[in-house]
């Protein structure tokens, strides 16, 4: 990857970040909408409506920073398992033990299952963007991550060779994503090796 490549994917990666924060502010405005609706409707109490909104938030949060599975159909699974959860224990606490009125009650739980399936859909994307873009740092003043660079050449010709082509291209300082690849390319080479001696 040039310079000029490098500094294109931090232009797309920064843009799409500003977009999907963009997006997840028009989310939350829209479901605090919903809750300030039942409220003021009459629906729901302040106290039911912020028990509510803390339900869905809490859970929303817990989502997007968890780990992603590594199939998609697994990862949807669990995000509609968990805006069941949280639909069916919004229900239960509102009308049960706040003696909250039936349809509040439901409304606000199906609000609290759609910010999570939004904001753990949403947030995770976010944090994929900013896992990127710190990825894409160049090591400059890492005096650590530049030993492990310059030992990681050293033992692997191929590596050398990259960043030399690297340094040809007006990149003379490579990013922590491409330290990251070089390390898993020295574990890979190193089981290879191990695997080999014991055949």
């Known amino acids: 990857m040039t310079g000029r490549e490098l500094r294109s994917e931090l232009d797309r990666l920064k843009a799409l970040r500003k977009e999907q924060i963009k997006l997840s502010c ?12 039942l409220y003021f409707g009459h ?16 859970f929303a949060i817990f989502m997007a920073l ?32 706040l003696q909250q009125q039936v349809p509040g009650s439901l409304i606000a739980g199906c609000a609290a299952a759609s910010s999570v ?4 859909t949403l947030g995770r994307k976010v944090k994929q963007v900013m896992l ?16 492990e660079l310059a030992w990681l050449c050293r033992t692997h010709p191929e ?14 300082h490579l990013c922590y994503g491409e330290l990251a690849a070089m390390r898993r390319w020295h574990q890979r080479c190193s089981t290879a090796q191990a695997r080999s001696k014991g055949s």
């Open 66 to 97: 968890s780990t992603r599975h590594r199939s998609r159909s697994l990862d949807r699974l669990a995000i509609g398992a968990v805006a069941l959860l949280t639909a069916g224990l919004t229900v239960m606490v509102l009308f049960r033990y």
């Open 43 to 58: 629906f729901l109490s302040g106290t039911a409506a912020l028990v509510a909104v803390g339900i869905g938030t809490g």
């Open 132 to 147: 990127a873009l710190e990825e894409m740092k160049p090591i400059v003043d890492d005096e650590t991550a530049q030993q």
């Open 159 to 172: 590596l050398e060779d990259y960043r030399d082509r690297a340094t040809i291209n007006l990149r003379p």
């Open 117 to 120: 399936i939004a904001g753990a």
């Open 26 to 37: 028009i989310s939350d405005v829209l479901h605090a909408f919903v809750f300030i609706t």
